[in-house]
């Protein structure tokens, strides 16, 4: 089972060795230097509220595919967005 985490994404409750390590190489081929945002951008302040942010993801599988699906023709998903997306796949 997955929770949306109050700043920008995801945690996880149970993980596997597997997942874990392609988790591990996700990240630090996201945190290589971005083309599009560069290095001194600085980070806006979030008008999601606390409400938006709470609860469990009660279909994890949906609300990835509709990540993946949003990220198909997107480089940038707004914290905004993400809990949009959330809510609307569950």
């Excluded at 109050?6 to 081929?29: A, K, N, V, W």
């Excluded at 600085?42 to 699906?69: E, H």
């Excluded at 198909?72 to 809990?83: M, T």
């Amino acid at each position: 089972m997955i929770y949306p985490n109050l700043g920008m994404g995801i945690f996880f409750t149970t993980m596997s060795d597997e997942d874990r390590e392609r988790l591990r190489e996700l990240l630090r081929s996201l945190s290589q230097p971005s083309v599009i945002l560069g290095n001194g951008v600085p980070p806006r302040v979030s008008t999601v509220s606390r409400a938006d942010a709470q609860g469990p993801v009660t279909n994890p599988k949906a609300a990835i595919q509709a990540m993946v699906d949003f990220f198909e023709d997107r480089q940038i998903l707004s914290r905004e967005e993400f809990f949009r997306i959330l809510r609307k796949n569950q």
